[in-house]
């Protein structure tokens, strides 16, 4: 005799395939978005954690402590006319309210960062 798969209208089985068929869903979600995290530049990860509490994600030093801090925006000509040479001095030994990271971050860190703002300043 043919088996009639009884258990698919089972109502408790067919949560069970309505929870897989998300499971799944959510995993394609998640392999669609790693291209996108594996293609983050460098400096992107310690950017966002380290310093965009006060430059803001985009570097336009539009968040509460970036105003009341004074800090610049990015992309603004005060900003653009230094020299990673200025910009590495100001990291490492901070600048008015700037925190100095000289010995937290290391000096590759520093120069992914410093690519990680010009990237911003020349974003759209
Ligand atoms: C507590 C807030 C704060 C944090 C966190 C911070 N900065 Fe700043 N940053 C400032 C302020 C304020 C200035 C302006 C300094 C001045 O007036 O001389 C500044 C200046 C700068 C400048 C020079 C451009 C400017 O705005 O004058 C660069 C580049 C910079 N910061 C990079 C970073 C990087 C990279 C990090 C993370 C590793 C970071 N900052 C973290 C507040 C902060």
């Known amino acids: 005799m043919f088996a009639y798969p009884l258990n698919a209208l089972n109502p408790e089985d067919e949560k069970v395939r309505i929870r897989m068929w998300l499971v799944a869903a959510f995993g394609l979600a998640l392999l669609e978005h790693a291209p996108h995290l594996s293609a983050q530049a460098p400096g992107q990860i310690a950017y966002i954690a380290k310093c965009a509490s006060c430059h803001g994600m985009t570097g336009m030093a539009d968040t509460q402590a970036g105003k009341t801090t004074n800090a610049q925006p990015f992309n603004g ?4 006319a230094m020299s990673d040479a200025t910009l590495l001095g100001i990291i490492k030994n901070g600048s008015g ?6 010995g937290k971050i290391s000096e590759d860190e520093a120069s992914k960062l410093i690519q990680y703002i010009h990237q911003l300043q020349t974003a759209k």
């Open 97 to 102: 309210k700037m925190p100095a990271y000289n």
């Open 77 to 80: 000509s005060t900003v653009a």
